[in-house]
């Protein structure tokens, strides 16, 4: 592809889009739409690469979309799945753009989803938000409805249309090790695991249309049994502490008793605070009582909850609490809550507290009380 108008000539053009299209016997095609998504990285400047991944096509679909212009990949295994993974794995670029071969996906609105490069780290081409249009048969649209609709309720994800493979990643938030998706599975898959490490997911309106010609490769059956099985682990992961939003769903979760206590909790700590002017929140994962205090620190050892915060929150540390990096006397509050549990005992935890609290400042500090049955029940 070519560099755009801004390259030095003769120097090294680092690649900015990657485009991945998985194919399968999609001959008749494959080669017009390389052609036009080429076209339309030229026109937005975008130096950029086109990857076309073959799962073992038998009607020229290699060779039409080498001639075309794409790098033609052939994918180890078998399954969607398989080929998607095997394309942002070789993808070069610092986003990822991934759509179908078969003209369902509209490579003019490939404009649409790289202006959008900035508000997120993954940008879906949605189907069901308000402006958005699906012209598929009714059953169809009425299973892809309620499959998205229970997955969205499920895995608490603030996203309409979980199934479209028509996005773009940025290509540093894409982890494709660990996958265990087989199926188009993998797009419910990847979209949950971004969203459980701090990540930010948007979504446009499409205008999504039934492919031009050819036949759908889904095999319902195999889908609905991988997707079950998805469903479940992605579920599994969502209610773990790995999931970077797990306190911020705490506070509006739909198990009344933890509710309860994660709002309990907030209003006390935010009590003991009064009008501290410079508050320190250690540990704070992603907790609501963070978001309250727009001057406060917020510093966790864990990244991910970090990322998360930072929609509503800018002065964010990662590092271990055993070595604060701030001056003494830094704080005139300093908060602790449910995290001395998680941590081994060390004198470094209180004496690196009391250094950087200021004379007269508050110390909150809170742990479960495991001794008495009531916690360990809400727990």
């Known amino acids: 592809m070519g ?12 690649v900015e889009l990657s485009v991945v299209i998985p194919a399968l016997n999609e001959g008749a095609s494959i080669g017009e739409l390389v052609r036009r998504v080429a076209r339309r990285l030229e026109r937005l400047e975008v130096p950029g690469e086109i990857l076309v991944v073959d799962g073992g096509s038998t009607d020229g679909t290699p060779r ?9 990949l052939t994918q180890p295994g078998r399954g969607y799945a398989d080929a998607l993974v095997t394309g942002l794995g070789a993808a070069t670029g610092r986003f990822v753009l991934t759509m179908d071969a078969d003209y369902s996906h509209d490579p003019d609105f490939v404009d649409s989803l790289w202006a959008r490069r900035g508000a997120a780290d993954l940008v879906v081409a949605s189907r069901y938000v308000p402006g958005a249009h699906a012209q ?27 199934s479209s493979a028509y996005r773009l990643y940025r290509r540093a938030a894409v982890e494709t090790a ?5 199926h188009f599975d993998v797009l419910i898959e990847l979209l949950a695991r971004l969203h459980a490490a701090g990540w ?8 999504y249309r039934p492919r031009d010609q050819g036949r759908s490769h889904v095999a319902f059956l195999r889908f609905a049994l991988a997707y079950g099985r998805t469903l479940a ?8 502490l790995e999931s970077a939003d797990y306190d911020d769903r705490a506070f509006t979760s739909r198990i009344p008793v933890q509710r309860y206590w994660q709002r309990r909790r907030y209003a006390i700590v935010l009590g003991f605070l009064g009008h501290a002017e410079r508050a320190l929140d250690i540990g704070c994962g ?4 963070l978001e309250a205090l727009p001057r406060a620190v917020g510093f966790d050892l864990n990244f991910k909850p970090l990322r998360f915060r930072a929609r509503t929150n800018r002065l964010l540390v990662n590092g271990d609490m055993r070595a604060l990096p701030f001056a003494g006397e ?3 509050a300093v908060v602790c809550s449910e995290v001395l549990e998680h941590v081994r005992w060390d004198p470094a935890l209180f004496a690196e507290m009391r250094r950087v609290l200021a004379p007269g400042g508050t110390l909150v500090v809170g742990t479960p009380d495991y001794g008495r049955w009531q916690w360990r029940w809400i727990e």
Do not use: Q, Y
């Open 3 to 14: 560099a755009g108008r801004g390259a030095a000539r003769g120097a090294p053009v680092s």
């Open 64 to 72: 039409w979309a080498a001639e075309a212009g794409a790098r033609v």
């Open 136 to 162: 598929m048969p009714l059953a169809r649209k009425l299973l892809s409805r309620v499959l998205n609709g229970v997955s969205r309720w499920a895995l608490s994800l603030p996203v309409r249309d979980l």
């Open 178 to 182: 660990g996958l265990r998706a087989t």
């Open 200 to 207: 930010r997911i948007t979504e446009v309106p499409f205008h």
């Open 233 to 240: 682990r992605m579920w599994t992961l969502r209610n773990s």
């Open 286 to 289: 992603s907790s609501k009582i």
């Open 330 to 332: 830094a704080f005139d």
